[in-house]
């Protein structure tokens, strides 16, 4: 099976932000329906930090890409920032943030970037799109840079190796032999998830799940019953384990 195309390469091409946002958050595609459902609890998660803090919140939103969740968020706070390793991703997303400090770079390499003392931290579809090994780096160069002791990191992972999603991935993978320049195809389980916050110094306070069927049911003539049932299954409840989409809001451990 060919590598998957490196996560510092994915995204630099010309017109990359535009055919992303297109592609893979257009009009009735799964991952902008499992956003519907994500938005509101980000989105209350913030307001009720800043209930708690009682202070102005500053916010990272770490691998921004096109700027879907920052522009979400940044009314929220009193100060807000986008690093991304693609220029072409920060395209979009300028014409999305009005207000948000936008950066390109490499928090591994140029820890310029950084900022310190975040009040949350958020981190969307970047632990499954990222080499395996270099999880664990950007965890703990994000660990040093949060608020003590009541900081959030909101990080989701949106391929649950437990959820009904895995078979077709199986399958995928299987077949990737076929697709020149690789896929993307990563998982990890709930558990592996939570150890591996946990060993960069995150402990996992809350986690929601979004989407018990998978994307080929919304594609299909059962695609309303489909929304119906994701939509009430979706939150911090029995399903949050088989779900799709994982979503874990942690705290400085």
Known sequence: MPAATNYSQRFQGTGAGSSYDSGEYGAGS?????????RPVLAETVRQLRAEARRPLSLLDFACGTGRVLSCLEPLVESSEGIDIS????EVARTRCARSRLQAGDILTQPEVLGKNYDVITLFRFLLNVEPEV????????????????????????????????PAIVWRRWHA?????GMMLNELSPGAARALLRDCGFRVVRQFGFGILPAAFHRSSL???????????????????WS???LFICRPA
């Open 135 to 166: 999880r664990g780096p950007i965890l703990r160069r994000l660990r040093e840079v949060i608020r003590e002791p009541d900081g959030l990191l909101v990080a989701n992972v949106h391929g649950n190796s437990r959820s009904l999603r895995h």
């Open 30 to 38: 799964h991952s902008a329906f499992l956003w519907e459902l994500q």
């Open 87 to 90: 220029p072409q991703m920060l």
């Open 244 to 246: 799709v989409d994982l």
């Open 223 to 241: 695609r309303g019953l489909a929304a119906v049932l994701d939509r009430s299954l979706a939150g911090d409840n029995w399903s949050r384990n």
């Open 177 to 181: 032999h076929s697709q020149p320049g």
